[in-house]
């Protein structure tokens, strides 16, 4: 018999708000040579309709003995709401001092690549690029470098579009 290991919690989203969420990964030591110190993963949710609002249940596959560290971005009309959370044994609180996130709004009149970074089978990388409207995170594009042997992402954002982009780093990298 398989046993399934994870956790789950749920939250409600109010009309036209919606959240997702990801898990902050730090890079264990001996990896930290040739990756970032953190990477970000989007958070699986499952969904279903409570009159207007939204009830999502998000899963944590491999939840760690410390806790985990959590990014929750609420996309409202205009705006962000941003929250860092902990997820400790069976109960998740709220940070009163979140941990240094960098985020910015990207927009261009033209047809742009951004962010190199080194490809993950796994597609965890310190930075996330998300659209505002649909909350879907923008797809890298994998290609070769034959410049440093390695294989790469880039992330190709649309014209005339906002989006919504962030990274965790520690307090000194700022």
């Given amino acids: 018999m398989e046993r399934w290991q994870g956790k789950h919690f749920s939250i409600t989203d109010p009309k036209d708000v919606n959240t997702v969420i990801y898990q902050i990964n730090k ?3 001996e990896y930290l040579k040739d990756s970032p110190k953190y990477t970000v993963e989007r958070l699986d949710y499952t969904e279903e309709l409570r009159g207007e609002n939204k009830k999502k249940t998000f899963f944590v596959d491999n939840p760690s003995i410390d806790g985990d560290q959590l990014v ?7 705006k962000v709401v941003v929250n860092m959370a902990l997820l400790d044994q069976d109960k998740i ?9 960098k985020f910015e709004s990207l927009y261009s009149e033209e047809e742009v690549e951004y962010k190199d ?4 089978p796994n597609l965890k990388r310190p930075i996330s ?7 879907e995170e923008v797809k890298p594009v994998v290609y070769f470098d034959e ?5 790469k992402g880039k992330c190709k954002l649309k014209p005339y579009k906002s989006y919504f982009a962030f ?6 990298d700022d």
Avoid: M, Q, W
């Fill in 93 to 101: 609180t709220i940070s009163k001092k979140p941990v240094p996130l």
């Fill in 72 to 78: 929750i971005l609420s996309f409202g009309k205009e």
């Fill in 147 to 151: 410049d440093t042997n390695e294989i």
């Fill in 129 to 135: 690029i998300i659209d505002p409207e649909t909350t």
């Fill in 167 to 172: 990274e965790i780093r520690d307090k000194k």
């Fill in 27 to 29: 890079t264990e030591k």
């Fill in 117 to 120: 970074f080194i490809y993950t």
